[in-house]
């Protein structure tokens, strides 16, 4: 069972299109992570959400934690082939004692021109 | 300047070899954290090292799994008499501060094929 559940899984969208990805748990997270990876990569740090009902934008993307600290979602406006890859959130909890960054499984982003 | 580097990038081996996996951190970062991604999940948390403490190793998944820090610099992580599930890609990532709340720069991984 996953912590951060990440949806859609794929998705696949023509450019210029808007879309919204999302990331939930029934757990609280003091902080939540939003990373992209391409392949052959390792995962590239995008923005870090802390306060509950924050908004950060990124140039056409906008990162929203939710007001309860257990939820986010990730809109790109106008999608760009270079959109494409794979979109991770990751939340900071306490595990077995000690704090850990809990990966949901990713949304698998493809932009078609 | 360097990133966080991974070496070897791709190996292959036999179910019951045992493989080393290397991790070469941001000169000056004193966390770093090994993380498994398998196909169609995201990442699973290995193990924490910070500094001169203790390693953290509640993520590893069994006693066939085992790292080490040199000289807090390089890491080494070695999976012993591997199994098909092993079959995963390794990620080592490597911070300037403790704790997960601040950035993680990852390398780029090793993909582990167990045949």
């Known amino acids: 069972t996953q912590l951060l559940e990440q949806s859609p899984q794929f998705l696949s969208i023509q450019e210029g299109e808007n879309l919204t990805v999302y990331c939930n748990s029934s757990?609280?997270?003091?902080?939540l992570q939003w990373y992209r990876q391409e392949p052959g990569e390792g995962p590239v740090l995008l923005v870090t959400v802390v306060t509950g009902g924050e908004v950060k934008k990124l140039k056409r993307l906008t990162f929203q934690f939710g007001d309860a600290r257990k939820d986010s979602s990730l809109h790109i406006t106008a999608a760009q082939p270079g959109d494409t890859g794979l979109y991770l959130c990751a939340g900071t909890a306490i595990i077995q004692g000690a704090q850990k960054l809990v990966f949901g499984q990713g949304t698998r982003l493809t932009i078609n021109p | 300047g360097a990133g966080v580097s991974q070496s070897p990038s791709n190996k292959v081996t036999e179910k019951g070899k045992d493989v080393e996996l290397r991790c070469d951190p941001i000169?000056?970062?004193?966390?770093l954290y090994w993380y498994r991604q398998s196909l169609g999940q995201g990442l699973e948390f290995l193990i924490y090292f910070q500094g001169n403490s203790a390693p953290d190793k509640s993520g590893l998944p069994s006693d066939r799994f085992s790292a080490e820090r040199t000289g807090g610099s390089v890491s080494t992580l070695t999976i012993q008499r591997t199994q098909q599930e092993d079959s995963a890609v390794y990620l080592c990532?490597?911070?300037?501060?403790?704790?997960?709340?601040?950035?993680?720069?990852f390398g780029p991984g090793t993909r582990l094929t167990v045949t």
């Open positions: 990532a490597s911070s300037s501060r403790p704790g997960v709340s601040y950035e993680q720069y």
């Open positions: 757990s609280v997270f003091s902080s």
């Open positions: 000169s000056g970062h004193t966390a």
